[in-house]
């Protein structure tokens, strides 16, 4: 039975993350990046220091997210999709 897990952006603008499983396959569309919580964090001073920081702070989804998938597919190229 093939199971769909919204990982993020299911109830906002941005950060979509969708895992595909069936089986022993997964799939994983887009990994977003969280613009509401990004704006929330970051501003023209404040940078982040790079993925981790933001996979620690809930901006991008979590490297368990991408865990075991064999394929992550980016249905468009705008950064709530796309991500880093």
Known sequence: MVRVEVVQGESEVGGTCVRVVDGDRILVFDQGLRFSRFRRLYGFRVRPRGPDELRELGVL???????????????HLHLDHLGL
Do not use: G, K, M, W
């Open 61 to 75: 989804p979590s490297l368990e997210a991408l865990e075991r998938a064999e394929a992550l597919y980016i249905t």
